[in-house]
């Protein structure tokens, strides 16, 4: 079976793939027949991308997200498409709650001060004064296995936990007018694209933290960069609408926290990521049935 990938995975399980062919450009420049299967690295795969591979028959995606992937497109060419659930909540939640903590005690702020040289009094600068966690309200949009391991790490805290999801919870404006801390733990879909609209920003209140460790696009960007330049509230950010660019006005602010899309990035996860990828694939080799597939 030839399998193509858009870039070679960490972990020791990638060699039990048998000979995977690393692409060069995605999409590739000319079709290539043949190509049964696909590991896709945050690679959009739409219809253009699939005339390219006029033989698919499985997109690999190597994410719990799998919004890049058009997953109709695929269906309607008898292409399978799996993601690699379950074994990134523990580092997605625990780099949530190091946003939380950075923003809410001006962690990098803080760093930097000392770096500059500018800790010349045994007494910490006003600006530096944070907030605690405990008896602070964490507001959760979103409650499935990542948004109950941010539940979880933000109790042992002493946070308060409050909550909106699908079914049940608390209606998303009296979760965002009421929280000290909003973290968004949903799937990027139709319907949750630019969820957190200018108008749902509006609703935070003043001082509130906003951390994003799902999807850029679930939040109107522009909105909050507005927000934040206005000082009203401060967000921590993993992810960002149209990545790798971030918004040029977020960057010279006190009151944001930017990662670059780490939140499943440690060794541990990572491999253990490529583990369920490459599950996927020799089963599809095997003709039995996908782990983890989607539909859409
Ligand atoms: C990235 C993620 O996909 O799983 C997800 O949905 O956003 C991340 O794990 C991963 O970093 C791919 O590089």
Known sequence: MRIVATQKLP???????????????????????????LVAVVARVGSAELERLPDLRLVANYGVGYDTVDVAACRERGV??????GVLDAAVADLTLALILACRRHLVASDRFVRERRWQHGWAQPELLGNDLAGATLGLVGMGRIGSEVARRAEAFGMKIAFHRRSGGLPLDELLRTADVVSLHVPLTPETRRLIS??????????????NTARGAIVDEEALVDELVAGRVSAGLDVFADEPLVPERLLDLPNVVLTPHIASAT??????????LVENVLAFAAGTALPNEVFG
């Open 11 to 37: 972990g020791p399980t990638w060699d039990d793939l048998p000979d995977v062919e690393l692409l060069d450009a995605w999409p590739p420049r000319e079709p290539l027949p043949g190509v049964e299967a």
């Open 80 to 85: 399978a498409v799996t993601n690699t659930p």
């Open 267 to 276: 060794a541990e996860t990572r491999a253990a990521m490529t583990r369920v």
């Open 198 to 211: 200018r108008q749902r920003l509006a609703l935070l209140r003043d001082g509130a933290t906003l951390v």
